[in-house]
């Protein structure tokens, strides 16, 4: 199982991103929920948001709340994290997840049992 996270950069406040993850996976995509992560430097990493084996439930930090919008494709194996009004407390280091074994979104990082990579988003103010 891989996951390959992308879109990550350096913007200003305000600007937006939008992060990719591509899954290659054993088992079929679409039976999976997934999640985004982040760890700031000398933090830990924290819940951002998670998305059904569907599409069809959503679930966000309250910190991205309004601001973030997750969504998948199964047919392309993609899940999207689109981040609007960034803010210098959104610098981090994101990270996508499967849940293998679970359909519906989860923010508990316990009950991820694949991670990508990680690609980093500075927000300069």
């Known amino acids: 199982v891989q996951l390959q996270a992308s879109g990550g950069g350096l913007v200003q406040a305000g600007d937006s991103l939008r992060l990719s993850c591509v899954a290659s996976?054993?088992?079929?995509?679409?039976?999976?929920?997934m999640g985004w992560f982040r760890q700031a430097p000398g933090k830990e990493r924290a819940f951002v948001a998670a998305i059904d084996w569907r599409g069809d439930n959503t679930y966000y930090a309250d910190s991205v709340k309004g601001r973030c919008t997750i969504s998948r494709d199964n047919g392309k194996n993609t899940v999207w994290l689109q981040m609007n009004g960034l803010k210098p407390d959104d610098t981090a280091v994101y990270y996508c997840a499967a849940d293998t074994y679970g359909l519906s979104p989860t923010s508990q990082s316990l009950d991820y049992d694949y991670w990508g990579q990680g690609t980093q988003v500075t927000v300069s103010s």
């Open positions: 996976l054993e088992r079929t995509f679409n039976n999976h929920a």
